[in-house]
Structures are given as structure tokens and as C-alpha cells.
């Protein structure tokens, strides 16, 4: 247990290098959006992250002892809510900038917080109240300018799928602080990537489609980035606690403003530049409040 202490560099270039890989998994994601349904990419993203997990367990002499689980149900109550929150995240960033998507996601923290008070019956404390009302300030900053501008209504439904994702997310996050006092978090990884690729191929019957080499290829790097960066965020995780990665939630923030500006040509809000700061404060102070509890990935 003291080895969350030890290393706290490394925890925070591994946090670093997992956005970096996560910003990476997005742009994939939405440069073809607009070319595969939304089953499909979700199938690749997920297929193909069980490569580096799987790689990453056989290194630590964990495959495949460390799948045996005693809480099957468990799993596949978090797999279910996290393969929900991958489709609504993945709809979310095809109908808005990147980092607005991934902005959303800081959502998660603090709806996790909130769930601990409901479901786990954890104390509702100055910290998570404070939280609470940074992020739904930061939510109003995004959301309303585009009420009233016809030309962004269309984002509305972007946004819904945000905030949407980021709520299933924390839902599977309490989850995982239920069955991680008996499962490992290489199982937990594993059953949540192959549930989510299972839940992809389902959708194989409503139409798939025919895709080129270089979409064939966004494909598989959405999933290679998407898995190592859940590995890199476990053991940032180890090194390091909460409290301490937190600050770096915003320079994980810098790359996806860099996609959006360098890739897509998309530029920044003046909504979203009122949101950053109320937005990943909540989340902040979140981590703060959580600073003991080790939270995993959230896709």
C-alpha cells in the first residue's frame, strides 16, 4: 500500500503520457464519425485496447490467474454502465470539438462523489457540495450561449450525450469501488473491454459498413491509445494519489485544444474558456475529497 507514495514523478508523467494517448483515442474517434456507425467504432476501440492489456498483464506474470473473479455479476453491472457511457461519449465528440467532449468527462469525478453520498451513504461534505456547484456553474457556461444561437442548437444533443456519459461513467466507478475488495484491477479492465467489444459486434446486424485502409487503421490506433492509456492511468494510479494527479487534469486538457485547433480547425468557445477553470475545479476538489480512493480510467 505505500508504494502510492513512492513514485510520485512517475505517476505524474504516466498521468501525463495517459492524455496524451486518451486526446489521441478521441481524434481517431471522431475522424471517422462521420464514416462508421457508432457500433462499429466502439467494437475496434474495444477489440483492439484487449491487445495492450493483455500484453501489459502477461508482463506482470498475471495472465490469466489474475482474471479469476468471485463477483461476476459485479462485473457485469460495471462493464454494462461503462460500455453505455463509451456509446454516449463516442456520440457526444462526433457532434462536438474534442475538448469539449473530454471537458465533459471531468464530470465524472464529482457525479461519483455525489453517488457515494446516495448509494454508499458517505457523508455529503463542504468539499463535495463546493464541487458540486463548480461543475454545474461550468455546465451552464457551456451549455447556455447555444440556447438562444440557432446556428449551435445542434450541439445541444453533444452536450446531453456528455454529461449523459459522464454520469454512466461515475455510476461504473461506484461500481468498481464495490468489486475491487475482491477483484483485481486487470480483471476489471479485461471484462469491461470485452463486454463494451460484445456490445459493439451486437450492433453488427444494423449496418455496418466497408471501411478504407486508413479508416480501417483509425480504428485500431482508437484502440491501441484507448488501452494503453487505461494502463498508463493504473499505474499513475499506483505511484501517485488522486490529490497529488489532480492539478494535471489541466495541462490533459492543453492536447485536446491543440487537436481541435491544429486538426479539426475547430476554435475554442468563449463558453468553454469559462467552463475550463469552474468545470476542472469541481473535479479538483472531488479528488481532494477522494484523495485515498484510487479511481480507475473512466473508459
Not at 62 to 73: G, K, M, S, V, Y
Request: proline share 5%.
Amino acid at each position: 500500500m505505500t508504494d502510492a507514495m513512492d513514485r510520485p514523478l512517475a505517476g505524474i508523467l504516466l498521468r501525463l503520457l495517459s492524455g496524451v494517448l486518451f486526446t489521441g483515442m478521441m481524434v481517431c474517434v471522431k475522424a471517422v464519425s462521420t464514416a462508421v456507425p457508432l457500433g462499429q467504432t466502439v467494437f475496434f476501440r474495444s477489440a483492439f485496447a484487449l491487445l495492450p492489456i493483455v500484453m501489459f498483464m502477461i508482463w506482470r506474470h498475471e495472465f490469466p490467474r489474475a482474471l479469476a473473479t468471485r463477483r461476476p455479476a459485479g462485473h457485469l453491472v460495471r462493464s454494462g454502465l461503462g460500455a453505455a457511457a463509451m456509446f454516449a461519449s463516442f456520440a457526444a465528440v462526433a457532434r462536438l470539438p474534442v475538448a469539449e467532449a473530454t471537458l465533459l468527462a471531468q464530470l465524472a469525478p464529482v457525479a461519483m462523489a455525489v453517488g457515494g453520498v446516495l448509494l454508499l451513504g458517505e457523508r455529503f461534505t463542504l468539499h463535495r457540495a463546493a464541487a458540486l456547484a463548480l461543475v454545474l456553474g461550468g455546465v451552464a457556461a457551456l451549455v447556455v450561449p447555444d440556447l438562444g444561437n440557432g446556428e449551435q442548437a445542434g450541439r445541444l444533443p453533444g452536450y446531453g450525450l456528455g454529461i449523459l456519459a459522464a454520469l454512466l461513467t461515475a455510476g461504473a466507478l461506484v461500481t468498481v469501488r464495490r468489486i475491487s475488495r475482491t477483484e483485481t484491477p486487470a480483471s476489471i479492465a479485461f471484462y469491461f473491454v470485452l463486454v463494451t467489444a460484445l456490445a459493439g459486434l451486437a450492433t453488427w446486424p444494423l449496418g455496418w459498413v466497408e471501411v478504407s485502409g486508413t479508416t480501417l487503421t483509425m480504428l485500431i490506433l482508437a484502440g491501441l491509445f484507448g488501452g494503453a492509456a487505461h494502463i498508463c492511468m493504473t499505474l499513475a494510479l499506483r505511484f501517485a494519489e488522486v490529490s497529488r494527479l489532480a492539478p494535471f487534469e489541466y495541462v490533459a486538457l492543453i492536447w485536446p485544444v491543440l487537436a481541435d485547433l491544429l486538426i479539426f480547425g475547430l476554435p475554442l468557445s468563449l463558453g468553454f474558456l469559462v467552463a475550463l477553470p469552474l468545470v476542472l475545479g469541481g473535479a479538483g476538489l472531488a479528488a481532494m475529497e477522494g484523495r485515498r480512493v484510487r479511481w480507475p480510467l473512466r473508459r
